[in-house]
């Protein structure tokens, strides 16, 4: 049973930065995982942020993060990251850690994801 808890959510300024982390455990093959960042704005449906392939590195960005957001993650930690800079207000939203097995090799998101963290909330003012 995957594990997930989030935290670094704050409030900042728009141009601000910050970054997210998701500390995980029980991950049975770690190279098999397709790990993600989803956010949540009131109102609106959640959406995908990033995602990373555990075994490969690859990964996605939904357009409006390109360039500003950056996922990682440390296997020997089993912390999964999210650099976000350059914050504007439409960045505020809680934000979620996510993380299914997925034996394909790559990230398909159209498949639910399994485990998801309780969140942590973003907040950028202009």
């Known amino acids: 049973q995957v594990q997930l808890t989030e935290s670094g959510g704050d409030s900042v300024q728009s141009g601000g930065s910050l970054k997210l982390s998701c500390a995980g455990s029980?991950?049975?093959?770690?190279?098999?995982?397709?790990l993600a960042w989803f956010r949540q704005a009131p109102g609106k449906e959640r959406e995908v942020v990033a995602t990373?392939?555990?075994?490969?590195?690859?990964?996605y960005y939904r357009e409006s993060v390109k360039g500003r957001f950056t996922i990682t993650r440390d296997i020997t930690s089993d912390t999964l990251y999210l650099q976000m800079n350059s914050l504007k207000p439409e960045d505020t939203a809680t934000y979620y850690c996510?993380?299914?097995?997925?034996?394909?090799?790559?990230?398909?998101?159209?498949?639910?994801?399994?485990?998801w963290g309780p969140g942590t909330q973003v907040t950028v003012s202009s």
């Open positions: 029980g991950y049975a093959e770690r190279s098999r995982y397709c």
């Open positions: 990373i392939y555990t075994g490969s590195g690859s990964t």
């Open positions: 996510a993380a299914k097995y997925d034996g394909r090799g790559y990230c398909e998101i159209r498949v639910p994801f399994t485990y």
